[in-house]
């Protein structure tokens, strides 16, 4: 998706498709985007197979849409890709779940994935990170975007206790449930690959409990993430298989798919955005800030859904009873009531407060461990390099649910220092 706008333009608000997949691969939502944020705050979409959704882009409404529980229910399913098909997890799953079920599991698997508890893995990430950009070192081209995808398993595989045998096996798994019609990515049907990736995530997660099991162990709360979910218990009672399996699926789901992209579209800005470049380079304290603003700008989470719990008044319009609300989270982080010159990426912009990790009860339970991978990744990245050129058209992902990249061919010219 193009993260900088072009020139403003004549929208159709009638006409406006918001799943139409060319819009993120070669198209440009934010000048849509502005106009419906500024015109129809509510919006309402029937696709041509009748499914129908309501769009919410300011960010006002975005953060009602994602933090009110009682007027917006997470419990039908959250993902834009399950339109119109009841979550099959509903009332299991963490992110398909409403408080006060939701508040229990989460504080118990949330104890693991503080700022505190992930400073400790610092040194072990910076190290991973190290070792990521080495081969970039040697000057030849280097498909950052692609590399990246394996970047989350790097530094979470180790923490979540997954071999390193299977993680591009599990990279490709949750590439396909996000982004089950790009062609990287697609196995037959879109359909097909959204029930063979989902099919084989869970049940990856629920051999690994078996497998622990077998061995003698029922998790220890000291032990990986994957055996911290198997000692959790959610009120009196320790949480099921299913729901360690289908849990271990949405973290997996929640690291894997979303950081790697925060990473290529940020360098793809630096790149065309030399200025920027340069006073990050130039001022290390500058990473947390750049950091932020990289969430903000690339808004990886596109979209998060919710479904209406009754007849509910937004954005100066209705949504009626059950209604698929969309929140645009890529929306909300451009909206100007909240971004003085919300198209300009700044590297040092205060009071950034984004909603790229949502809002609400399921704000990111992991957005400490990516707050960190990205501080580090940008700081040791800048240090190591003087500049990065493109070298090749860079591809978007074909997906309206994570705004990401496939394809980043760059050079990179080392530090004459190093
Ligand atoms: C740049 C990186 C990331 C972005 C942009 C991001 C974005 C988000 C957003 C927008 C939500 C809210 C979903 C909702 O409201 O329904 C969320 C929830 C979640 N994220 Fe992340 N995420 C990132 C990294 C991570 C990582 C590293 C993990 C795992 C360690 C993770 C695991 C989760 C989980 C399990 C939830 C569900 C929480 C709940 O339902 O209470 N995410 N994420």
């Known amino acids: 998706m193009r993260l900088a706008p072009?020139?403003?333009?004549?929208?159709?608000?009638?006409?406006?498709?918001?799943?139409?997949l060319d819009l993120y691969t070669s198209g440009d939502p934010?000048?849509?985007?502005?106009?419906?944020?500024?015109?129809?705050?509510?919006?309402?979409?029937?696709?041509?197979?009748?499914?129908?959704?309501?769009?919410?882009?300011?960010?006002?409404?975005?953060?009602?849409?994602?933090?009110?529980?009682?007027?917006?229910?997470?419990?039908?399913?959250?993902?834009?890709?399950?339109?119109?098909?009841d979550d099959v997890a509903a009332g299991t799953l963490m992110t398909s779940t409403d408080p006060p079920r939701h508040t229990q599991v989460r504080r118990a698997i949330g104890t693991r994935l503080t700022p505190r508890a992930v400073a400790s893995w610092e040194e072990t990430i910076r190290r991973s990170i190290v070792r990521f950009?080495?081969?970039?070192?040697?000057?030849?081209?280097?498909?950052?975007?692609?590399?990246?995808?394996?970047?989350?398993?790097?530094?979470?595989?180790?923490?979540?206790?997954?071999?390193?045998?299977?993680?591009?096996?599990?990279?490709?798994?949750?590439?396909?449930?996000?982004?089950?019609?790009?062609?990287?990515?697609?196995?037959?049907?879109?359909?097909?690959?959204?029930?063979?990736s989902h099919h084989e995530l869970v049940t990856y997660v629920r051999d690994w409990v078996k497998g622990r099991r077998a061995a003698g162990g029922d998790g220890t709360a000291d032990g990986s993430l994957l055996d911290h979910?198997?000692?959790?218990?959610?009120?009196?009672?320790?949480?099921?298989?299913?729901?360690?399996?289908?849990?271990?699926?949405?973290?997996?789901?929640g690291a894997n798919v979303t950081t790697p992209h925060t990473v290529s579209g940020t360098v793809l800005t630096l790149i065309e955005q030399p200025d920027q470049f340069a006073k990050a380079q130039a001022d290390p304290t500058l990473m947390p800030s750049l950091a932020e603003e990289a969430l903000r700008w690339t808004s990886a989470a596109c979209n998060f859904m919710r479904y209406a719990t009754g007849d509910i008044e937004i954005g100066g319009g209705t949504i009626?009873?059950?209604?698929?609300?969309?929140?645009?989270?890529?929306?909300?982080?451009?909206?100007?009531?909240?971004?003085?010159?919300?198209?300009?990426?700044?590297?040092?912009?205060?009071?950034?407060?984004?909603?790229?990790?949502?809002?609400?009860?399921?704000?990111?339970?992991?957005?400490p461990l990516a707050r960190m991978t990205l501080r580090i990744f940008f700081t040791e990245l800048l240090q190591r390099f003087e500049s990065i050129e493109l070298d090749g058209e860079p591809q978007h992902l074909r997906s309206y649910f994570i705004a990401g990249?496939?394809?980043?061919?760059?050079?990179?010219?080392?530090?004459?220092?190093?």
């Open 6 to 20: 072009g020139p403003a333009r004549a929208v159709d608000l009638d006409r406006v498709d918001l799943f139409d």
């Open 30 to 85: 934010h000048p849509i985007w502005d106009v419906m944020r500024a015109e129809a705050p509510l919006h309402h979409q029937v696709l041509p197979d009748g499914r129908e959704f309501w769009s919410v882009t300011r960010y006002d409404d975005v953060c009602r849409v994602l933090g009110d529980h009682r007027e917006f229910t997470s419990e039908r399913g959250t993902v834009v890709t399950h339109l119109g098909e």
């Open 133 to 196: 950009l080495e081969p970039a070192l040697d000057g030849g081209t280097w498909d950052l975007a692609e590399k990246a995808l394996r970047l989350p398993m790097i530094v979470a595989g180790p923490l979540m206790g997954i071999p390193e045998r299977d993680w591009d096996e599990l990279v490709q798994l949750t590439a396909m449930v996000t982004a089950p019609s790009d062609p990287h990515f697609q196995h037959g049907s879109r359909e097909a690959t959204l029930a063979i």
């Open 229 to 253: 979910l198997m000692s959790v218990r959610a009120g009196d009672a320790p949480l099921t298989d299913e729901e360690i399996a289908l849990d271990g699926y949405s973290l997996l789901l």
């Open 320 to 367: 009626p009873a059950g209604g698929a609300t969309v929140a645009w989270i890529g929306s909300a982080n451009r909206d100007a009531t909240q971004f003085p010159d919300p198209h300009r990426f700044d590297v040092t912009r205060r009071e950034n407060r984004h909603v790229a990790f949502g809002f609400g009860p399921h704000y990111c339970i992991g957005a």
């Open 405 to 418: 990249m496939t394809h980043l061919p760059v050079v990179a010219r080392r530090r004459k220092t190093l």
